[in-house]
């Protein structure tokens, strides 16, 4: 299974965009990059997937580098709701079903 | 739309009994796949389930088993509880396929005193 890392914390000021990194070195070439948040005594949230292309939606942007080995998720503009523990996965294809493969997550921290 | 419903919310056991938890996933969704989450190993994957079917499962030890009904709710149960399954546990549900997002619910508190 691909492993995936990601720093530990990191922080924003509110209104800036965030980038959040993640390695997925191990990735192979049907597996897809998902990524979640989590807030206190609460399961993980959606927050966006892709596979090759670059992806946007109403939340963030998911850019995913040209050999896939990592990821960016994009925040365009931090609000305080943002804060939580983002992770990045990978769910892979083949027989792996239904298996999201999770790393440690990063801390998002938000100042006003 | 309702989201994915886990019962109970929280839950207190001594070492030895059994538990069994249980997750309603959001309609039309037929796979359901459980996982546990812990300070120190993080989300770690149990098993998953798609259409009545066990097609998937981590690296847990047999006494975690699950099962899905033909209306696609699940049921986890594990036996002989040990302290080391405190945990809080997670379902989430999607159409199936890597390509699908899955959605969670927020999860059962397990205790083991």
């Known amino acids: 299974d691909a492993k995936t890392t990601q720093p530990n914390s990191m922080e924003s000021n509110e209104e800036e965009p965030v980038h959040l990194p993640c390695n997925h070195s191990?990735?192979?070439?049907?597996?897809?990059i998902h990524w979640y948040r989590q807030l206190p005594s609460q399961g993980p949230e959606y927050v966006i997937h892709?596979?090759?292309s670059n992806v946007n939606n109403r939340m963030a942007s998911l850019a995913i580098a040209e050999d896939r080995k990592s990821s960016t998720l994009i925040l365009h503009r931090a609000t305080l709701r943002d804060a939580a523990v983002y992770y990045c996965?990978?769910?892979?294809?083949?027989?792996?079903?239904?298996?999201?493969?999770f790393g440690q997550g990063t801390i998002l921290t938000v100042h006003p | 739309k309702a989201g994915v419903t886990q019962t109970p919310r929280y839950l207190i056991k001594t070492r030895g009994q059994q538990v069994t938890l249980s997750c309603s996933p959001i309609?039309?969704?037929?796979?359901v796949s459980w996982y546990q989450q812990t300070p120190g190993q993080g989300l770690q994957f149990l098993f998953e389930?798609?259409?009545?079917?066990?097609?998937n499962k981590g690296n847990f030890p047999g006494r975690f088993s699950g099962r899905q009904f033909s209306n696609s709710r699940s049921e986890m149960n594990v036996s002989t509880l040990e302290l080391g399954d405190s945990a809080l546990y997670l379902c989430a549900s999607s159409q199936g396929g890597a390509s699908q997002p899955q959605h969670f619910g927020d999860g059962t508190r397990l205790s083991i005193l």
């Open positions: 309609s039309g969704h037929r796979s």
């Open positions: 996965s990978v769910n892979a294809g083949g027989t792996s079903y239904g298996k999201l493969t």
């Open positions: 892709g596979l090759t």
């Open positions: 389930y798609f259409s009545e079917t066990q097609r």
């Open positions: 191990t990735i192979s070439g049907t597996d897809y």
